[in-house]
Nanobody
Framework: QVQVAESGGGLVQPGGSLRLSCAAS????????TGWYRQAPGKQRELVAN???????NYADSVKGRFTISRNNAGNTVYLQMNSLRPEDTAVYYC??????????WGQGTQVTVSS
């Protein structure tokens, strides 16, 4: 059983910052890629950023230059540093972990609200 837990969401004013954390635990073999996704009301879930086991990262165009994805040395916690937040960044943010055998696991999500 694998557990994925997100934390760090909250309410922030436009221009502010938040750091999200994604912690994996349980019987996880290894991690191929960890991704942060978000879903705003009435919209489809979209990829925000991901980081592969080899360190390669990808970002959605809408967050490039503002968000940074990173991980701890053990590789079981991934962070999403979000700066210069905008109201359109408001969404539930989900962490997804994919193993090399393509099994994937989702967290429950953490709400990020950007509002004055």
């Amino acid at each position: 059983q694998v557990q994925v837990a997100e934390s760090g969401g909250g309410l922030v004013q436009p221009g502010g910052s938040l750091r999200l954390s994604c912690a994996a635990s349980g019987s996880i073999f290894s991690i191929y890629v960890t991704g942060w996704y978000r879903q705003a009301p009435g919209k489809q879930r979209e990829l925000v950023a991901n980081i592969f086991s080899n360190g390669i990262t990808n970002y959605a165009d809408s967050v490039k230059g503002r968000f940074t994805i990173s991980r701890n040395n053990a590789g079981n916690t991934v962070y999403l540093q979000m700066n210069s937040l905008r109201p359109e960044d408001t969404a539930v943010y989900y962490c997804n972990i994919m193993q090399p055998d393509a099994k994937e696991y989702w967290g429950q999500g953490t709400q990020v609200t950007v509002s004055s």
